[in-house]
């Protein structure tokens, strides 16, 4: 698409420095990341206020930058006292609740803000003498009603506040965003007539214009609504063509034989398959057999079978001579996968199959040992962590790529171990995080998903309970002796604390521990978080654990530390193990009874649900204790009681998503950032998300390759350069 039309009016890939000039348009650049037309006007307003209204000071939270419509109420000036120089000071208003606003050295202030100005003011509300105060306010003031015909117009007229930084108030965007509007030629819409007739919603200049110069309420509202629908149905084409294009280039089937390696297999199994196991099997053998690269995603409670899923695949491409990386999110699990898959292999599947473990931490000769066995083809099964990703790392024909724990790993990551094959390898995505089916579409919409729902039989249970601090805080020591009674009958226990040392968050886990959700429900100042050092060490003097082998396993052991804690915890050598999330993901002990998760609100209800995972997994009942200090009523509460309800992931991712009010269900973890979604939220939007992607898939049926769609086609390259430039240079 050209900068600009013929006409020389800019559109939506216009540098914003020929449109904003050097100033402005650096500092949306540092602000934002803006640099073209479409990142300015993509930057849509928080929310809309109105001259009419005024907003209520007496609910503004301290300490933060805050955007209000206000009324000056008075205006001082005077000289200071100790220095030279006057000083004005201005108090504006909503009616009930003061601000102080105060000027060194700018006398013309008390000309501009007059008793009764009204406008929109800008700074971070601080108290000082137990006076609020907008520190280094910043204001514009609206032109007086008189100045307009209508005065009630004038009143109802939206304002638009956009998100702002101290360096760049909300009309200031406001002032760029109309003059990249005003040179704006017209713009395509990405989505089709026909498809946006449909849906009955106004154009996408229209909705430009709606979105940041409304008029009227109607004008806006409208224009979000078109606006969110492009997002979703732009995502979704970029999805279901990323798709399609990987289906388009051919692979080598990869099938079990009669009598062969997974026969064999199964046959040792000593139990027999569950029957989500088998559905779930048989889709996956059709996929590695079509010719067409497998991208499927398997989810399934924790200790549902996926990994045996996972094996029985690796087993299918292995017949052929084929190679499985499997990319583990830490050491630790790696190590077990390995450790696991030996176990099921049995001696002489494994001595075939030669599994072997390629970390960043393995010493030098046995690395390239490893990497030799990779390269060479002989080693069928390689297990690893972010270390396989490396250009040493080479395979003689890598046949399937399984990936364990997908929220742990970006798309770039996947397709990072994708290209080591010389054909396209089969990708199988396994993951223990149940996820509703508008999140799957939004997040995994390149992939088939399959769900294990069905647990093995014999599987004793668990029993969760919440521990109140606020309310009954002498039940802290009676979790101590609940443990320690576990103990006595010959189980095993884990503590799970937020961080390791006062106030260090683990690094790895701190973007999954829902802190701002906790605060924001809280309200008070967060209490010191649970420490694993602290807690071992007050454990080491609790009566209750008198006599009990308690260790610490955390990120900043080494990996080699890790690894023996966690052994040794499995052989029964200790009999409490506290811990971060490190032990989140697969851990398997099967002798582990007792969860303790300490400051439990700080944790994500997927994240407890996981831990929970980890005890009676075996032939022990299981017991989860979920420790908090959240008071009843608030929404942390509300998360860790949920937990305890029920045990059915699905029922509780539901449940999640519903008591977030932000769509982060796309958080960090998926991208490395913060979810890019703009007006789209997925826990409010799940209609028309599956609305969205039936109309994106009638387009794409009737044109793959979209060649009548050239404004789509556009927005898909800008919404997949945002995401994963990788994917663009492929395609
Ligand atoms: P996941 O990877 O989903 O957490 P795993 O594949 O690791 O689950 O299986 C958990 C445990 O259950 C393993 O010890 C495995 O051997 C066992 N298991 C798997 N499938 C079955 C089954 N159909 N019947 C009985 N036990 C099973
Ligand atoms: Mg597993």
Redesign the pocket.
């Known amino acids: 698409m050209s900068a600009a039309d013929a006409a020389g009016r800019a559109g939506l890939d216009t540098k914003l420095d020929g449109l904003l000039g050097g100033r402005t348009s650096g500092a949306l650049k540092r602000a934002f990341g803006h640099v073209t037309a479409g990142d300015l006007l993509g930057h849509y307003p928080r929310r809309y206020a109105r001259r009419g209204e005024l907003t209520a000071l007496a609910e503004l939270p301290l300490d933060e930058n805050v955007t209000i419509v206000a009324e000056v109420l008075e205006v001082r000036e005077r000289s200071m006292r100790q220095r030279r120089g006057s000083i004005v000071e201005a108090t504006i208003s909503d009616g009930t609740g003061i601000l102080t606003l105060t000027f060194f050295n700018q006398k013309w202030r008390a000309a501009e803000l007059v008793p009764g100005a009204r406008g929109v003011f800008a700074g971070k509300v601080t108290s000082y003498r137990g006076a609020r105060q907008l520190a280094h306010p910043d204001y514009e003031l609206f032109e007086a009603a008189g100045d307009d015909p209508d005065a009630r117009r004038w009143a109802e007229t939206p304002i638009p506040i956009y998100p702002a930084t101290s360096t760049i108030a909300s009309w200031q965007v406001a002032k760029a965003v109309g003059l990249v509007l005003d040179a704006l030629g017209p713009v395509d819409d990405p989505v089709p007539d026909a498809v946006r007739a449909s849906r009955g919603l106004v154009g996408y200049r229209e909705a430009l214009e709606g979105v940041h110069r409304p008029e009227r309420e109607k004008d806006w509202s409208r224009a979000r609504a078109a606006l969110r629908f492009q997002e979703a149905f732009v995502l979704q084409a970029a999805l279901l063509g990323r798709r399609a294009e990987r289906r388009a280039r051919a692979t080598l089937p990869r099938e079990a034989r009669p009598g062969g390696l997974l026969e064999r297999f199964d046959a040792a ?6 029957g989500d ?1 088998r559905a779930v099997g048989d889709e996956v053998a059709t996929d590695l057999g079509s010719g067409v690269p497998m991208n499927r995603l398997v989810q ?12 029985r695949a690796m087993l299918a491409v292995a017949e052929s001579g084929g190679q499985t990386a499997m990319l583990a999110p830490t050491e630790v699990l790696a190590a077990q996968h390995l450790r ?1 898959i030996s176990r ?1 292999l049995g001696p002489d599947l494994s001595a075939e199959l030669m599994p072997t473990l390629v970390t960043g931490q393995l010493p030098a000769a046995e690395r390239k040992r490893a990497l030799l066995r990779a390269a060479s083809g002989q080693a069928r099964i390689v297990v690893g962590t972010h270390a396989l990703l490396g250009d040493q790392v080479t395979f003689a024909d890598l046949g399937l790529v399984v990936v ?1 724990e997908q929220h742990r790993f970006g798309v770039d990551q996947r397709e990072a171990l994708r290209v080591k094959g010389q054909e396209p390898p089969h990708v199988l995505v ?1 993951t ?1 995080t149940p996820i509703p089916r508008t999140v799957a579409m939004t997040v995994f919409g390149d992939l088939d998903v399959s769900t ?1 729902r069905e647990l ?3 599987r004793p249970g668990i029993e969760s309970f919440v521990v109140p601090l606020a309310d009954r805080p002498a039940w802290f020591g009676r979790v101590w002796a609940r443990v320690a009674e576990e103990v006595a009958k010959g189980h095993r226990a884990f503590v799970v604390c937020p961080a390791i040392e006062a106030k260090q968050v683990e690094e790895a886990d701190a973007e999954e521990v829902d802190v701002e959700v906790a605060e924001a429900a809280d309200g008070a100042p967060p209490a010191p978080l649970a420490s694993v050092l602290d807690v071992v060490a007050r454990l080491a003097e609790a009566p209750e654990m008198a006599g009990l082998r308690i260790a610490p396993l955390h990120g900043r052991m080494s990996s080699d530390e890790k690894d023996a804690a966690m052994r040794s915890f499995a052989a029964g050598e200790l009999d409490v193990l506290v811990a971060t999330t490190v032990i989140e993901v ?1 851990v ?1 002990v ?1 002798d582990a009874s007792t969860m303790v998760v300490l400051d439990a609100e700080r944790f994500g209800v997927s994240q407890l649900h996981q831990l929970r ?1 980890r005890v009676g ?1 075996g032939s022990v009942p299981g017991l989860c204790l979920l420790v908090t200090n959240a008071p009843e009523g608030t929404v942390a509460r509300e998360r860790v009681d949920a937990v305890a309800a029920t045990t059915d992931g699905f029922e509780l991712a539901r449940v999640d998503l519903e008591l977030r009010q932000e769509g982060d269900v796309l958080g960090s973890s998926q991208s490395g950032r913060r979810s890019s979604l703009k007006l789209l939220r997925v826990a409010r939007d799940g209609d028309l998300i599956v609305a969205a992607r039936e109309l994106a898939r009638g387009v794409l049926d009737e044109d793959p390759v979209l060649a009548s769609h050239p404004a789509l086609v556009a927005a898909v390259r800008r919404r997949l350069d945002e995401e994963e430039s990788q994917f663009l240079s492929k395609a």
């Not at 199994?269 to 569950?274: A, E, G, I, K, W």
């Not at 549902?304 to 996972?310: F, R």
């Open positions: 199994l000593p139990f027999s398959l569950t196991q399934g409670e924790v200790g549902s079978g996926k990994t045996l899923v996972a094996l696991s099921a364990d396994l223990a294990i093995p039989t014999g697969g398997d099967p995972g997994r």
